[in-house]
């Protein structure tokens, strides 16, 4: 099951939209380029299984 959440860019701050794999599990991290700037994001993403409520933290790729 897929649903879509909302970040905001670590370089630029302007929002995105990412989709997150609720099946994956509660907690998850990847890198998204962010779609104005291109600059990568790691997302790390926390979802509560019982309300399904999604909380998104993004930092810098400096890699």
């Given at each position: 099951?897929?649903?879509?959440?909302?970040y905001y860019c670590a370089f630029?701050?302007?929002p995105n939209l990412t989709f997150i794999d609720l099946s994956a599990g509660g907690q998850q991290s990847y890198?998204?380029?962010?779609?104005?700037?291109?600059n990568p994001n790691i997302l790390y993403i926390r979802v509560d299984e019982d309300t399904l409520d999604i909380e998104i933290d993004t930092e810098y790729d400096e890699g």
């Open positions: 099951m897929q649903t879509t959440a909302e630029c701050g302007e890198v998204e380029d962010c779609q104005v700037c291109c």
